[in-house]
C-alpha cells in the first residue's frame, strides 16, 4: 500500500524554488518542498493547498506536474509522491512547529546541495 504525499514547487519571480528545513520526521534536518501527506477522505489538490498554507502561509492555486514513486530502504514502505506547481500569493512565513527555515535557492545551488531530502533534487532538476 502506498502512502500517498503532495510538493509544492513554488517559484519567485527571479525563479528561484522554495524549500523549508524539516524539524521532525524522515526528512528532519533536510531541505524539501513545502508539502505532506494526504488526508483520509481529502483530494490531493485540496492537500496540497492545505499545506502550502499550513506551513508557509501562502495561497496556493496548484497545477498537477508530475509525480514519483520511492520505496522504503528495507522494501516496507511504498511512497506516491504528486508534485504541483502554480500562482502563490501571500506573505510567507513559517506556521507550526515542523519547520526550521525556509528560503528560495537558484537550480545551481539545489544542485550543488548535499542536505535535500530524497527524491526532491532529482524532481526539481527534472523539471526546471
Known amino acids: 500500500m502506498y502512502e500517498l504525499g503532495v510538493r509544492a514547487i513554488l517559484k519567485d519571480s527571479l525563479g528561484r524554488i522554495l ?3 524539516n524539524l521532525h520526521g524522515i526528512h528532519a534536518d ?4 513545502p508539502g505532506g501527506r494526504v488526508d483520509k477522505g481529502e483530494l490531493a489538490k485540496e492537500a496540497i493547498k ?18 514519483s514513486e520511492d520505496i522504503s530502504s528495507n522494501s ?25 527555515e525556509c ?14 531530502g530524497f527524491g526532491h533534487k532529482e524532481v526539481i532538476l527534472g523539471v526546471i
Request: no cysteine; aromatic share 18%; charged share 20%.
Open 19 to 21: 524549500l523549508v528545513k
Open 30 to 33: 533536510k531541505w524539501v518542498l
Open 50 to 67: 492545505r499545506e502550502v498554507l499550513e506551513e508557509v502561509n501562502l495561497v496556493f492555486d496548484p497545477k498537477f506536474l508530475t509525480y
Open 76 to 100: 516496507t514502505q511504498y511512497y506516491l509522491t504528486l508534485f504541483f506547481t502554480g500562482k502563490f500569493s501571500g506573505t510567507i512565513s513559517i506556521q507550526g512547529g515542523e519547520l526550521g
Open 103 to 116: 528560503r528560495f535557492f537558484t537550480a545551481d545551488e539545489i544542485a550543488q546541495h548535499d542536505n535535500i
